[in-house]
């Protein structure tokens, strides 16, 4: 993950525990609570590609398990949101410009799917049976339909900003001047076939000239 991808989705994760715990936790909506961190890791796993989006998921879950009034085992949203963060990087579109909107709603809608479930199993696991008490299928159902209603607020947004402000300069230089994957080792070679030719010339020896 380039070093200027960090100071953007950190701040946009920083954002997004703020508004979870302190809007969104607070709503009191049937169901699941709308899952802005999850939103946030998709747009960002969607520019950035698979490493970078597992990056950004296990900080963005870890951070939330940490948060207060968190109320489950410490590491488990930080897998759940690991794990879409991967998986939404996979289905990373070219350049990290989404064509449509129904291709990022349906990966929205996936990943609230699988993070709900997903959750749940790893709850069942370490012995949380929350799931069981409110119903997995309402949970699932509630979750699909408050994360679609904020995605097109919410991952737009995310995918543009990690695009401009998550470019390494370097590297784009780099790519604009020897085109895409070269860097350093296309200048050495184009160096070295600008300086091909012979670099010496032939030099008299005093005392000694030319015969006619």
Not at 152 to 181: E, I, K, T, Y
Not at 182 to 200: H, K, N
Request: proline residues 7%.
């Amino acid at each position: 993950m380039r070093l200027a991808r960090i100071p953007v989705s950190a701040a946009l994760i920083l954002l997004g525990l703020i508004l979870q715990v302190s809007v969104f936790g607070r709503l009191q909506l049937p169901g699941a609570t709308p899952d802005i961190l999850l939103l946030i890791v998709v747009g960002l796993a969607m520019v950035y590609g698979p490493a970078g989006g597992c990056l950004v998921g296990f900080a963005g879950g870890l951070l939330a398990d940490l948060a207060p009034p968190s109320d489950h085992a410490i590491g488990r949203y930080a897998l759940v949101l690991c794990l879409m963060g991967y998986a939404a990087g996979l289905l990373r579109p070219e350049h990290g410009r989404q064509r449509s909107v129904s291709s990022a709603l349906l990966v929205v809608g996936a990943a609230a799917i699988a993070s709900t479930l997903l959750y749940a199993v790893v709850g069942a696991l370490v012995g949380d049976t929350a799931a069981r008490h409110v119903g997995l299928s309402g949970l699932v159902i509630s979750a699909l339909l408050y994360d679609l209603l904020l995605a097109p607020f919410v991952v737009p947004l995310v995918m543009l900003l990690g695009r401009r402000f998550g470019r390494d300069p370097v590297a784009a230089s780099d790519d604009d001047q020897n085109g895409p994957g070269l860097g350093t080792l296309a200048r050495y070679r184009t160096t070295r076939e600008v300086s091909a030719g012979p670099s010496y010339k032939k030099r008299r020896i005093p005392g000694f000239a030319r015969r006619p």
